[in-house]
């Protein structure tokens, strides 16, 4: 399975990440909703280990699978490996993208956090399928997030490597996504977007509709 590069809805969550919803069902309804990406997020206080951690990550693995969707895990290699998720992402400060391409494969989805065109380049030559870019606006999802840095890197790496395809993160809603759209991304990650919806498959249906949106502009 290989990362879709069309107009990308890409969903990344953990079990705490759900508020009183029950983390599963909220990423069944997110899956039913027409997400083309899940990403496995478990960090931070709270966070499930061991056992729970895998049970919890199988179990997202099969809706998945039920509806096509590539399961890709963060930063958890040795995770993603034994149960043959389909993809991982990780970050600057985890493992070299060249050994993670080496331990998970060729055949699989590789994602990695950058923050300019240096970075995007290692990246892309050590085997990265797809870059995430962010935040773009300020976001309460991730307690060490950078500074926000709107589009201006998108555009940057969109000028010296066209054809790698990026997603962009950080505080992206159904109201500001077409201006992501706008500099040239693949894909939008988002977070509380869903989480947070009470209705998560009109969300998504919104988020799907910003990309046409920054079309008829």
Known sequence: MKFSTKSSIYFIMGSKNSGVRDPLQVVELALRGGINHFQLREKGDGALT???????????????????VPFIINDQVELACSIGADGVHIGQDDAATQKVRQLIGADKILGVSVHSVEEAKIASIEGADYVGMGPIFGTVSKADAKKPAG??????????LPNLP??????????????????????????????????????IQLLQASCKEEHRT
């Open 166 to 203: 990026i997603v962009g993160i950080g505080g992206i809603t159904a109201k500001n996504a077409h201006q992501v759209w706008q500099a040239g991304v693949s894909g939008i990650a988002v977070i509380t977007a869903i989480t947070e919806a009470a209705d998560i498959a009109e969300r």
């Open 151 to 160: 589009v201006k890197e998108i555009l940057a790496v969109k000028n010296e």
């Open 50 to 68: 061991g056992s729970a951690l895998l049970e919890f990550a199988l179990h997202c693995q099969r809706m998945c699978r039920e509806y096509s």
